[in-house]
């Protein structure tokens, strides 16, 4: 029993130049490395290159401090959709920052 088999994880060597073959659940390092993209809209307009970037596989960053009280919750609306869409998540950072990543983007 390998330190894989705990975690419920298997690792197979494949061949001599150590390629690991990965679960379904669980992505290569290589494949995580997504850049998380920062976005300041102000205006509604804004949110389809946001939702565009969550739709491409990677998390974005938006700071909704240049929007009216009525605009950010309108913008948070679209974008919770969306991720729910995607079956992603939100994390709050701060006031009125909030990470959105798409399903398999974890950010902690």
């Known amino acids: 029993m390998g330190l894989f088999d705990l975690f419920g994880r298997e690792q197979r060597v494949k061949n001599n130049n150590m390629q690991r ?3 379904a659940q669980q992505t ?3 494949e995580r490395k997504q850049p998380l993209s ?3 809209p102000t205006s509604f307009e804004e949110v389809e290159k946001i939702i565009n970037q969550l739709k491409s ?6 700071c909704l401090n240049n929007l009216k009280p009525e605009t950010q919750i309108r913008v948070l609306d679209m974008l ?5 869409a ?3 998540g939100v994390l709050e950072m701060k006031d009125s ?3 959105f990543s798409p ?6």
């Open 80 to 84: 919770s959709g969306a991720v729910y």
């Open 103 to 108: 399903n398999g983007v974890q950010v902690f």
């Open 38 to 40: 920062v976005f300041t």
């Open 21 to 23: 073959e990965f679960s």
């Open 57 to 62: 596989g990677r998390a974005a960053m938006v």
């Open 97 to 99: 920052t909030f990470v």
């Open 86 to 88: 995607l079956d992603g």
């Open 28 to 30: 290569p390092i290589e």
